[in-house]
């Protein structure tokens, strides 16, 4: 099963990489073609005639995981540029009350850097690609039976300052265009546990569904 895991880790890496190398491909084709004088400097901000940074946008996107790591619940504040490429900040935490339904998965919450690639926002329905990478805590038990408090071991969520390890969630999500400043989507991913406190309640396949609310394709206009 870790083998497995290890290698579905490494194709999603794989895809990933492949889609941003082929972005960064186009866009240096681009700048050949366009481009009056090929000794200039090239820049992120400014490259020639064609500038590389033409739209931004921001969003957040609050969503659901549910699967092998048991039901999460999080967001993701994000920096769209081109409208093909976001990067931001994601949390995911077990659900509070999870522990009714699900009594045996492991209470824990992933922070994380999060990145997507989308070759084709503009479509209606078109696919995204993101990774997450951070760190997972987990509920240690010994921790929190030696703690003490009115409302039991799990008062205050004690289990936020236990156990941690690194994080990497690779995914594919296929998102719908509800509205111009509207996205719903749903996907997979695979989260991978590494370090010395990993263990095998932190890896998973999950599902997940959420809505992008903002702004995605905001043009700049650059002066000549």
């Known amino acids: 099963m870790k083998l497995y895991s ?16 082929l972005a960064q491909t186009t866009l240096s084709s681009q700048d050949r073609k366009e481009s009056k004088d090929a000794s200039e400097t090239k820049t992120l901000l400014k490259g020639g005639v064609s500038p590389k940074i033409k739209s931004f946008g921001l969003s957040f996107s609050p969503l659901v995981q549910f699967g092998q790591l048991g039901p999460q619940q999080g967001g993701i504040l994000a920096l769209h540029l081109n409208n093909k490429w976001e990067i931001g900040a994601g949390f995911l935490g ?3 009350h999870r522990n009714e339904i699900y009594s045996n998965d492991l209470r824990q ?14 479509k209606l329905v078109h696919l995204s690609f993101p990774l997450m990478i951070g760190v997972i805590r987990y509920q240690d038990e010994m921790m929190l039976a030696s703690m003490p408090g009115p409302g039991g071991r799990y008062d205050n969520f004690y289990w936020r300052n236990g156990r941690n390890a690194f ?22 991913n695979y989260r991978l546990a590494i370090g010395k406190d990993e263990l095998p309640e932190l ?20 002066k000549k």
């Open 6 to 21: 290890i290698r579905l880790i490494i194709f999603c890496l794989s895809v990933f990489l492949s889609n941003a190398a």
């Open 109 to 122: 919450q992933f922070s994380a850097l999060s990145l997507a690639y989308t070759p084709n926002a503009n």
């Open 203 to 222: 890896s998973g396949l999950s599902g997940q569904v959420g809505l992008k609310v903002g702004f995605f394709n905001h043009k700049i206009n650059h």
């Open 94 to 96: 077990s659900m509070r």
């Open 167 to 188: 994080g990497l969630q690779p995914g594919i999500n296929a998102e719908l265009n509800v509205h111009k400043y509207i996205r719903l989507f749903a996907g997979a």
